[in-house]
């Protein structure tokens, strides 16, 4: 009976395994998938599978975009001005709409339906997703002057409900002030964060329980601050600084003409001029790579709250930094360097400066349009002048480049252009809006990631913003559903082929135990009749014999039965060799800044 026990209870566990795994993934005919890339465009947004073949949803603008009026003011129409994206890996995907109408826009993750309209602070860029917190932060130019219930340049939504009241968080007291910037949010930071503005010499601290900027962080002989980005490794934040400089004369710091951003009163307090007060000048990117560009990119240590080092580009002037989504590495990108070579970073301990890596010549025609890391160790960048796409290997320096469209002319140059890998496998996303029609560029790298090849071209479709979206959380659940399932199926098998066994070997020690007649006759033969006398004889008679049968019986059944459970039971799915060495845990992923025309928008609207 302890053996009938035991096998009853396998049973009972894989059937109830079983059932785990039909309630939670029944099959929907809407139903996205764990991973996808979205396509978010002027002409709404689409959903592919990660290696491009398949289209698995289309949202035309008309259902997912905003009727408004044109800013010319031409009437009204439907725009999908998409600024960024974001996913929080378990509901919703989320999108900052820039232009025309100052909203989050949020899509179902299994299903890529809209959900919700969030209006926010005016013209919404930058996303920001704290997983700890379960918030979503978007970083705007400015308060809503037409909403007084958003007075800030910071605004945080609840990803775990909807409803939930949002809070602003306003950096600078003039409203009128265009204040463009970055901000870093991370766990590692936990209720602290981090943002910079544009023309503003300061880095603002934020707490996020309260809700309010605390600190300013002032960066000595700086004009302001502009693109960040966070290392976890040493929990430092590196920023690139402005200056101001001279122009318009011969030995200037920016000997062209200064142009219509030149202006009066401009005090250098850098670079060969510095000291020269009240005079013709520029200020903001346009100085980066002059002679005044002698801050640039400063290394600030979270934890004592204090700059511990200043970094340069390999050309000497400041450069776009990149963490790798583990903090290992630090990227200067220079726009401004014709030689496009790339400086890294080695980050080490809290509170130490880090060190220069090495200095990689990209081989790069044309300014850096975009980036994106993959497993922290591959670097890949793409120009806005070529059509080429250049992987980096940060531990081996070892690059390799690959062409992704014949076209004559760049297919980024006018609109820019952006990179996105589909985490979790081989494929690289590249955008090309300036082709005719525009075109998205699928790369495939081989499976030691030392190579990559052209998989396919997806034309007719506006790739504005990339996003490769994962449900983490139903990808956990499977994961450990797939494992329940194998080890239910392993234990009903043992106790299964244990119960047969033993079974077996009971009824075998009942036979040799019985006591046989003597044989007859010569051939030493023994009646069919006296040996099922013998065996019943053994099993206690008549009555015993028939249990003892039945409990074979009831063995063999058994058996049959748990093998029938065992097949019902889900198989974990394997994975293509080719997908799993490209496999990580989920978490934080660094997506590049798309270099388009931030600086000069924030200039333009200072």
């Excluded at 306003?170 to 544009?198: H, M």
């Excluded at 220069?356 to 349009?369: C, H, K, N, Q, Y």
């Excluded at 098998?493 to 009824?507: D, F, P, S």
Aim: hydrophobic share 35%.
């Amino acid at each position: 009976m302890k053996i009938l026990a035991s096998v009853i209870s396998v049973i009972g566990l894989a059937s109830v395994n079983a059932n785990l795994s039909v309630n939670n993934h029944v099959p929907m005919e809407n139903t996205i998938g764990d991973a996808a890339m979205w396509v978010l465009g002027s002409d709404g947004v689409s959903i592919f599978s990660a290696d491009g073949m398949d289209t698995i949803k289309v949202m035309e603008k008309e259902n997912v975009c905003h009727n408004v009026s044109s800013y010319r003011g031409e009437g009204y129409s439907v725009d999908c001005s998409f600024y960024d994206a974001k996913s929080d890996g378990e509901k919703y995907v989320w999108a900052s709409v820039s232009r025309g109408a100052s909203v989050i826009d949020v899509f179902d993750i299994n299903t890529g339906d809209v959900v919700a309209s969030i209006p926010t602070c005016q013209t919404p860029r930058d996303l920001n997703f704290h997983q700890g917190r379960g918030e979503m932060w978007v970083r705007c130019m400015a308060p809503d002057p037409e909403n007084f219930t958003l007075p800030g340049h910071i605004q945080s939504f609840s990803t775990n409900n909807l409803a939930s009241p949002s809070r602003s968080i306003k950096l600078v007291d003039d409203v009128d002030f265009s204040a463009y910037g970055y901000a870093e949010f991370s766990s590692d930071l936990g209720d602290t964060g981090y943002s910079t503005v544009y023309g503003k010499p300061y880095l603002y601290q934020i707490d996020l329980n309260k809700g309010l900027k605390v600190a300013e962080f002032e960066i000595e002989n700086a004009y302001g601050l502009y693109e960040s980005t966070f290392s976890a490794k040493n929990d430092h934040i590196y920023a690139i600084t402005h200056v101001c400089c001279t122009c318009g004369f011969e030995g200037a710091d920016y000997p062209d003409d200064c142009g219509r951003y030149g202006t009066d009163g401009v005090n250098i307090t850098t670079g060969p001029f510095a000291g020269t007060y009240n005079t013709t000048g520029l200020c903001g990117s346009r100085c980066m790579g002059t002679p005044a560009d002698t801050v640039g990119i400063i290394e600030f240590d979270t934890t004592a709250n204090k700059v511990v080092g200043n970094h340069f580009s390999k050309a000497g002037g400041s450069a776009v930094p990149a963490s790798t989504p583990n903090g290992e590495y630090v990227v200067l990108m220079d726009r401004e360097d014709e030689d496009n070579f790339l400086r890294v970073l080695k980050p080490g301990m809290n509170g130490e400066a880090s060190t220069t890596a090495f200095d990689l010549d990209m081989g790069l025609t044309g300014r850096i349009a975009d980036f994106a890391f993959i497993n922290d160790k591959i670097l890949v960048v793409a120009s806005e002048e070529t059509n080429d796409a250049i992987f980096i290997n940060l531990e081996t320096m070892v690059k390799f480049s690959v062409r992704f469209s014949e076209n004559e002319e760049s297919t980024g140059n006018r609109r820019g252009r952006q990179i996105e890998w589909a985490e979790g496998t081989p494929y690289v996303w590249v955008s090309g809006r300036d082709a005719e029609p525009e075109e998205v560029y699928v790369l495939e790298m081989t499976d030691d990631m030392s190579n990559a090849v052209l998989h396919h071209t997806i034309s007719g479709i506006d790739p504005r913003k990339m996003l490769f979206v994962q449900n983490y959380v139903n990808m956990h659940q499977q994961s450990l559903l797939d494992q329940a399932a194998v080890t239910a199926s392993e234990i009903a098998t043992q106790a299964a082929e244990l119960a047969v066994k033993e079974a077996m070997a009971n009824l075998m020690s009942s036979s040799t135990n019985a006591e046989v007649p003597e044989a007859t006759g010569t051939t030493g033969t023994v009646s069919s009749a006296s040996v099922v006398g013998d065996v019943d004889g053994a099993m206690g008679g008549d009555d015993d014999s028939s249990n003892g049968l039945s409990l074979a019986a009831l063995i063999v059944g058994l058996f049959a039965l748990v093998i029938g459970v065992v097949n019902l039971l889900p198989k974990a799915q394997p994975v293509e060799s080719k997908t799993a060495q490209y496999l990580q845990a989920p978490g934080a992923k660094a997506p590049g800044a798309n270099f388009d025309d931030d600086a000069s928008n924030a200039e333009s609207a200072v």
